[in-house]
């Protein structure tokens, strides 16, 4: 056995330990909701599975302690909502969460907002709810839950409203295309810096070309993905002196300090100069020359699921599987990445359409398979489908049983 030892104060856990390159010898303790007594969320859980409207559904969430979740609602009846739940804690104007503050009372959590103040919609008029782990609540919303920082950049969420809006109705197979769209708004937000750029070769000047004339979709075949992604890294990597971190992802900063002008980089005549160097350098590190194109970008981006013990022996070759994909940070079928591999390390761990007025015609698909056994047949048969796109129907009747396993409790058995 292991014997770990925990220091604990009013505030929470000491945390020091865990926290990589501490410049500080004060104790840091870590106040969070989850660690308070009488969690209820399990409650929460099962009432909302048992909730028949929209006011059962919210009563059910008020259970709800943490973590705070984007939770949509739909009924056969044709209503729809959105609800933030979660005890939010009320602090003093001086603290904000974001930064650590000394332990002393004024720095106390105040109370928890009223659960009738957090964000919610009802039937909005618009007709529709996008989540996206973006900012949902508008800049209006008289509580903040956090600050903007905090919250997804809305790129996914705007694409997502993008094709909504494309068309008055909507089919099952629209709802797919939406799941399965890998068109990178990152690229609209930098596009007016690939314009601006001031390129010398001309194997760059006929790849900004190229880049001008792409619609943004990162597929799995597309070239132009590879290279612009590249280029991403590397305007990533303009704050290191600043920051310290050799990718600072963040496109809302990126984009104004080339366009005006920054520490990072000078005035905008050599924050351009430098984004063009960096154009550049990504087409170098692709190997892109007269007549060599890069490689597509999923062979660049490959998922690498890992088993969750075994990735780290010699037995990862058949427990692990690696596969071709698409996408990024920013696309609605999410293609996160590690930045100095591009190795794919996160998307959708679940793909569900419900059609609520038929419940036989939903369907629904996941990464691997519903079997932890690496010699089942079933322990990646769903990869293929999840993809390429394909969902498996979700039937509640009339489906084929091939192995039936009845539990049954200690005082039934005879």
Known sequence: SVIFEVKETIFGPIINDLIRD????????????????????????????LATNWTEFRNGLRNWVSPSQNFIYADSEGNIGYQCPGKIPIRSSSHSGLFPVPGKKE?????????????????????????????????????PILGDPDWEVPFRASRITQLLNSKPKHTLVDMKNIQLDQTTLLFN???????????????????????????????????EASVFETWFLQLCKMPYKEVGTTHWISPFFLEKAISNGDNICGNKDSCIAEASKRFELALEELGVTEGVDPMAWGFI???HIQHLVLTSSSLSCFFDRIIPYGGDHYTVNVGDYEPSTMTMFAGPSYRQIIDLSNFEDSVFVLPMGQSGNVFSSHYSDYLHKWRHGLYVPMKTRDYQVETLLTLVPQAQKG
């Open 22 to 49: 501490i410049r500080i010898s004060d104790p840091i303790a870590l106040r969070w909701v989850s660690l308070d007594d009488n969690d209820t969320t399990v409650d929460a859980y099962t009432d909302i599975m």
């Open 107 to 143: 720095f106390m959590w105040k109370g928890w907002l009223d659960f009738d103040s957090l964000p919610r919609a009802y039937n909005p008029e618009r007709g529709y709810v996008v989540s996206a782990n973006n900012k949902v609540p508008p800049h209006s919303w008289p509580n």
């Open 189 to 223: 937000h930098l596009k007016s810096i690939l314009y601006s750029l001031n390129v010398n070769s001309t194997i760059a000047a006929q790849w900004k070309s190229r880049l001008l004339k792409w619609n943004g979709n990162a597929e799995v075949q597309s070239q």
């Open 301 to 303: 981006h490959k998922l």
